[in-house]
């Protein structure tokens, strides 16, 4: 498949890369997976299945935690353990 350079499309793909924390280039390739998947022809109908794969990932973010939020979460400490440490 030749690389889309639709400047709408190109947006759309890096919103999907920020919600996901991924980058553009991964975020294009899931994008052309799905439009070989529905097999979209024209750029409205691939720029209409990025948008769909976009609200998707947008409902999805806020049914879930991103992986940076899980990361901070998982490196707070809790209140008693900040100096904490365990030998070997």
Do not use: H, W
Request: hydrophobic share 35%.
């Amino acid at each position: 498949m030749y690389p889309i350079n639709d400047r709408q499309y190109l947006k759309i793909c890096a919103q999907i890369a920020k919600i996901m924390s991924i980058s553009l280039s991964s975020a294009k390739k899931k994008v052309e997976i799905r439009i070989a998947k529905e097999g979209s022809k024209t750029i409205q109908e691939k720029i209409k299945v990025a948008q769909n794969l976009l609200e998707i990932c947008e409902k999805n973010e806020g049914d879930k935690l991103s992986s940076s939020r899980i990361l901070d979460k998982l490196m707070e400490t809790i209140n008693d353990e900040d100096n904490f440490l365990t030998e070997d």
